[in-house]
């Protein structure tokens, strides 16, 4: 793997680097600027889809994963802008793990059965341990949620190890999956169980970090396969 970073690809981390400090800032617990939070929290995954966008030679894999980048963008600012707006960003983001799943899919049938049980047991686990808590409406929607993004972290692991597929893209996806996973598991207990001191700030960076990991795992994919000792 080449170790030269062109210079877009520096440009694209300078500015994703610096909305997402000023993010932080305005986080609620730091500084709570709303208008700076509006307007940055959007921008490292814009990025990470104009990133992709701009590759040459696309296939199904790239686009798929760019449009789940959009309506992970979308969600951004629906979780961000209202209260009254949480359940359509929910929505936004469980569109774009579909996008996820069936780009994973695509890419390898392995059924990866034993991933399979050890993340829907951790699903199952999960949600029910926010039933202890005063979900309301959201239960169901909530349910929805564990049961699509779990079913995506199976899937990008699925083609961990699997043949044809190259190993840096799936690690890469296997990752991002899972970091997406732990964002939304503690965002999910700091709103339905106990609030968490500074939560927004290690939820809102494990969830950069997951979508950039699927992100690598798309510019990864459509290389040559190589197989990981």
């Known amino acids: 793997m080449s170790a030269n970073i062109s210079t877009r690809t520096k440009v694209f981390l300078g500015v994703g680097l610096i909305a997402a400090l000023a993010f932080i800032i305005g ?6 600027i709303y208008w700076l939070r509006m307007i940055t929290k959007p921008i490292p995954v814009l990025l990470m889809a104009i990133y992709l966008l701009l590759l040459p030679g696309k296939h199904r894999f790239q686009w ?4 789940g980048l959009i309506f992970g963008m979308m969600g951004d600012i629906l979780l961000e ?3 009254e707006t949480f359940i359509f ?3 936004s983001f469980l569109t774009g793990h ?10 390898c049938r392995r059924p990866g059965l034993g991933y399979a049980i050890f993340v829907y047991l951790y699903g199952i686990a999960l949600y029910s341990f926010l039933d202890i808590g005063d979900m309301g409406d959201m239960a169901l929607p909530v349910l929805l949620y564990v049961l699509v993004i779990t079913t995506m972290v199976w899937r990008a692991a699925a083609r961990y190890h699997a043949p044809g597929v190259n190993q840096e893209s799936a690690s890469a996806g296997v990752l991002g999956a899972l970091l997406f996973l732990a964002s939304d598991s503690l965002l999910a207990l700091t709103l339905f169980i106990f609030p968490i ?5 290690v939820v809102i960076i494990t969830y950069w970090l997951g979508q950039l990991g699927i992100t690598l795992a798309a ?4 290389q040559p396969s190589q197989q990981l000792a």
């Open 219 to 222: 510019k990864k994919q459509n």
């Open 81 to 83: 802008y209202s209260p």
């Open 27 to 32: 986080d609620q617990d730091i500084l709570d």
């Open 197 to 201: 001191p500074f939560a927004g700030v």
């Open 64 to 67: 798929l994963v760019i449009i």
């Open 89 to 91: 960003g929910l929505v």
């Open 98 to 107: 579909i996008f996820y799943i069936i780009a994973f899919v695509l890419d």
